[in-house]
C-alpha cells in the first residue's frame, strides 16, 4: 500500500494536471463531495477556464492551430485530500496543498486523439509545482515532473501512463512520491483514474462550456 503523503500528492498530479483534468472546475450541482467554494477558489476556477475552453475547442472542434500552453492554479483542502485517498484507508496528515502546472498540449495529439480509429498521444513533459501546508515544520514545497502516453481508441481514451519523472522537495516528501512514482512507473497503478478522467472530461466537463467554444 502506498504511503499517505504518496497517495495525496498522486492524488493531486491526476486532478491538477493537464490530462486534461487540470482544467476542470468543481464537481457539478447534487455532486456527494460537493463544497461551497471560497472566494480564492472561485478565483481559481475561473483563471482555470480559459485553459479549459481552449483545451475542450481542441478535441470537439478539430481545426488546426497553434498548441494549447496554460499555467494553471488548483487548491485542494485537508478534506478533499483525504477523500481522495480514504478508499486506501490512509489519511493525509497535513494540510491543504496548492499546486500550479504548466501545462503543455500539442493541438495535433488531441485532433488526432478523437479522429483517428487508434491513436497513442505522446505528451510533452509537464511540470508541478506544490506547496504544502504543515504545521510543525512550516509549508514544504515539492515539485515534480512526468511525461504522459494515453492511447486512445475511436475517441475515447483506454490506456493511460504518467511515466515520472524528476522530483524535488524536503527529504520526507521526496522519499515517499519516489517510492510511489517507481512503483507507478512500474505497475501504472494510477491507470484507470487518468483513464476515467479524461473521458469525463472530454465527454461531460467540456459540454459546460460548450457556448465558449462550438464553432471555433
Not at 118 to 136: F, G, I, N, T
Amino acid at each position: 500500500m502506498l504511503s499517505p503523503c504518496l497517495r495525496a500528492a498522486l492524488a493531486v498530479a491526476v486532478w491538477s494536471l493537464a490530462i486534461p483534468a487540470a482544467a476542470q472546475g468543481p464537481s457539478p450541482p447534487g455532486a456527494a463531495d460537493k463544497l461551497e467554494l471560497t472566494v480564492e477558489e472561485l478565483l481559481e476556477r475561473e483563471a482555470r477556464k480559459a485553459c479549459k475552453v481552449a483545451i475542450c475547442a481542441a478535441f470537439h472542434n478539430r481545426v488546426p492551430g497553434g498548441d494549447i500552453a496554460c499555467n494553471v492554479l488548483k487548491s485542494w483542502r485537508k478534506e478533499q485530500l483525504g477523500k481522495m485517498i480514504e478508499k486506501a484507508k490512509v489519511s493525509w496528515p497535513w494540510g491543504k496543498v496548492r499546486c500550479v502546472a504548466d501545462i503543455k498540449l500539442q493541438r495535433e495529439a488531441l485532433v488526432k486523439a478523437m479522429t483517428e480509429e487508434k491513436y497513442e498521444a505522446a505528451l510533452d513533459r509537464q511540470q508541478v509545482s506544490c506547496e504544502v501546508e504543515r504545521e510543525k515544520d512550516g509549508n514544504a514545497e515539492i515539485k515534480f515532473e512526468f511525461t504522459p502516453k494515453v492511447t486512445f481508441v475511436k475517441g475515447k481514451a483506454t490506456k493511460a501512463a504518467l511515466n515520472w519523472g524528476k522530483i524535488d522537495g524536503p527529504a520526507i516528501v521526496k522519499g515517499a512520491m519516489w517510492t510511489a512514482t517507481a512503483t507507478d512507473n512500474t505497475l501504472n497503478v494510477l491507470q484507470s483514474t487518468i483513464v476515467d478522467d479524461i473521458n469525463e472530461f472530454i465527454h461531460d466537463k467540456c459540454m459546460e462550456v460548450k457556448d465558449e467554444w462550438a464553432g471555433k
